[in-house]
């Protein structure tokens, strides 16, 4: 059983405190009879190693227990937030769900669906006896591909030991960074912490109270925390890790944090949906080079961008065709610079604003607007020129009332100041509403 090894820290960690939900602790020992119930639900609504079943959710002890009784059956999981971008009819199409499951209690509630699953990824783990891990993600495109892991690569990482920690579950259930962060807490016989919002007082309230060590958000977030200072209204004295990702950092936001949170370490992760979450070393704690790698992980850079290869690797998508290059690397689309061992994430390529040949990196903009006073976000994008192909456009969320006019004035003054004259925006607008989605990144498109 690929499981297996997590069920073991469960025993070995019986009476230790796994999952704190609300006002409810549960143990390691109530979390592994909570796995053996859900496994028996699936068992006797006929669900079976191969089987895909939905499991729509958020973190939940539930959610949990759920998750790895789908796994411990050799079945294929994929995870669902309900109300996320991914949840809803395309995701269980793309996917075949046979089985759409929920916790119900100490069990699951399970609905058939009618559907076949006989897609030829889902026959490749058949074959293996592997279970799989269906993960959704918009990459580049306007439909979101359905992204089929072999649970038996994915999680052979997690094997190692390393620190016990206690763990907020801030980023989602339907998230590789959030699956990751999981794997990595329960693999150690760690605590995870599920906030009761994901907003920023919610989050520093829930830290605050069950005394959490690592906080893994998006820059987006940490600067939404920054800005309403809800990290002074509550005691984060336990936090000894922030780690970072799944969007560019920028320099502004990392000199607040550094100063908001002397003696936290602050930690640059880089993951993506398709290869996992690797490894990763900051240069330094207000550095944004990285270093990312580790067992089972090897990076190229070709042309500006980075490459991959992963043991843990998909299998490929289950409604696109494979992104590897004939040799096996997964092909990022993020651009980087290199310094040694040493990158730089400068951004998706497919975010590249040209500008008459010339090319402006959105976050490279982003980063100068964010300084400004009464800026709570900011999404620069490109909009179709015919004399240049494109001019830089930037949308600001503000935290206070001001003129439309003005602001274009403040805005342009200071990337005139500070970027080059074809990164300067030639539009500036107020947007009427957040510039994040709820897995807190940037919306750009």
Request: net charge neutral; proline share 6%.
């Amino acid at each position: 059983m690929v499981t297996g090894f997590l069920l073991d820290v469960f025993r070995e960690h019986a009476a230790d405190e796994a999952v704190v939900a609300g006002d409810r602790s549960f143990t390691y020992g109530q979390l592994l009879e909570a796995v053996a119930a859900a496994r028996a639900s699936l068992e006797r609504a006929g669900a079976g190693p191969g089987s895909v079943v939905s499991l729509e959710d958020d973190f939940s002890p539930g959610g949990i227990a759920g998750l790895l009784a789908i796994l411990g059956l050799d079945a294929v999981a994929v995870p669902l937030v309900p109300a996320s971008e991914f949840a809803g009819p395309h995701s269980l199409r793309v996917a075949q769900v046979e089985w759409r499951a929920a916790p119900a209690g100490s069990a699951l509630r399970l609905e058939a669906t009618g559907t076949t699953a006989d897609h030829p990824l889902y026959a490749a783990l058949r074959a293996q006896g592997h279970p799989g891990l269906v993960l959704f993600t918009s990459g580049s495109t306007a439909e979101p591909k359905g992204v089929v892991h072999d649970c038996a690569r994915l999680l052979g990482k997690y094997r190692v030991r390393r620190h016990r920690l206690r763990t907020l579950m801030f980023l989602l259930f339907d998230h590789i960074g959030g699956m990751d962060t999981l794997l990595q807490a329960l693999a150690n016989a760690s605590t995870v912490v599920i906030p009761a919002d994901r907003t920023p007082e919610g989050v520093c309230a829930c830290i605050a109270r069950h005394r959490v060590e690592v906080l893994p958000a998006s820059p987006s977030f940490l600067s939404m925390v920054l800005l309403s200072e809800a990290h002074l209204r509550h005691d984060l004295s336990s936090l000894r890790y922030i780690t970072y990702g799944a969007e560019v950092m920028p320099p502004a936001t990392l000199a607040r944090l550094v100063a908001a949170f002397p003696g936290v370490k602050l930690l640059q992760k880089y993951g993506i949906t398709e290869v996992g979450t690797m490894r990763s070393q900051s240069r330094a704690n207000d550095s944004l080079w990285v270093r990312v790698g580790g067992e089972g992980y090897r990076t190229r850079v070709v042309d500006g961008l980075l490459e991959i290869r992963a043991e843990s690797s998909m299998l490929g998508y289950l409604n696109a065709p494979s992104p590897f290059t004939p040799d096996g690397w997964f092909r990022t689309g993020d651009a980087v610079e290199v310094d040694g061992d040493y990158l730089r994430i400068l951004g998706r390529a497919s975010d590249l604003v040209n500008v008459g040949g010339q090319k402006v990196y959105p976050a490279e903009v982003e980063a100068v607007i964010m300084e400004l006073e009464g800026v709570r976000e900011v999404a620069v994008t490109g909009e179709r020129h015919p004399l240049t192909g494109q001019i830089v456009v930037a949308r600001v969320a503000l935290s206070r009332p001001e003129d439309p006019r003005e602001l274009e004035r403040r805005v342009r003054a200071a990337c005139r100041a500070r970027l080059a004259p074809h990164k300067v925006p030639v539009r500036v607008t107020i947007a009427p509403g957040p510039l994040h989605t709820e897995r807190s990144k940037t919306v750009r498109r």
